[in-house]
């Protein structure tokens, strides 16, 4: 079982039966009403009502580059970026399946990985997308003190 299929299971535990139930029933209203239970946002495991939701600020990059907290921010995310704590997310549009790895949904970020570091495989929109952000990583790991192998794994 992949990584989001444990997820996917994760988030049905408890649900499985009268989901199977409502799906062989045909009951697509009920369907819709247990798989949005499934989705609902939820904080600290309750379910939250998106009108209780209050809209934080945000602002335009430009003006907030000329703030005295940049420098520092954009540090960190340096850091954050070159040690493998971040994931960027490229799978929109269809873009996960051009890698050949199969659905979104089930795919392993070190399957994904593999693909970023092999340097033959610059075919398809995926992979271009991808050896663009390894090269853009390698640019990014000069001058912090962490080699650009380290950085790409």
């Known amino acids: 079982m992949t990584f989001m299929e444990k997820k996917i299971a994760e988030l ?32 600290n495991g309750k379910p939250v009502n998106p009108d209780e939701l209050e809209c934080g600020e945000a602002y335009f990059v430009k003006d907030f580059l000329v703030t005295p907290s940049a420098k520092d921010y954009l540090r960190k995310a ?56 390894a090269s853009r990583l390698a640019a990014l790991s000069e001058g912090s003190g962490i080699k650009p192998e380290k950085a790409l794994k």
Not at 16 to 36: H, M, S
Not at 106 to 119: I, Q
């Open 12 to 43: 049905v535990r408890g649900r499985e039966n009268e989901l199977e139930q409502a799906v062989a029933a045909g009951d697509l209203k009920k369907v819709d009403r247990i798989t949005g239970e499934i989705n609902a946002l939820k904080i």
């Open 78 to 133: 340096r850091e954050t970026i070159l040690n493998g704590e971040y994931v960027p997310e490229f799978f929109f549009a269809g873009a996960a399946t051009r890698l050949g790895l199969g659905p979104m949904y089930f795919l392993d970020p070190r399957d994904v990985a593999k693909v970023v570091t092999d340097k033959s495989a610059t075919a398809g929109l995926g992979q271009r997308q991808l050896a663009a952000y």
